[in-house]
């Protein structure tokens, strides 16, 4: 019976420590402002861009038969 107990105490530690972690992410969020959200998602949307131009505009293997 000690170990379900155990178990049992341990699950709820785990509970909880989640629930601190996404907490503490909320509260990072509900920080930022509309405006520096915006900011944020144009810069990784550029990064993303570039990422994808530069992959686009690598020569091809030769042996890759397309």
């Not at 105490?9 to 909320?26: H, K, N, S, Y």
């Amino acid at each position: 019976m000690k170990l379900w107990k155990a178990l049992g105490l341990a699950g709820l530690a785990g509970v909880a420590a989640t629930g601190a972690i996404i907490a503490r992410d909320q509260r990072k969020r509900a920080q930022l402002s509309p405006d520096a959200i915006r900011a944020r998602l144009h810069e990784r949307h550029e990064e993303a861009a570039t990422r994808q131009t530069e992959v686009t505009q690598q020569p091809r293997p030769a042996g890759d038969g397309g």
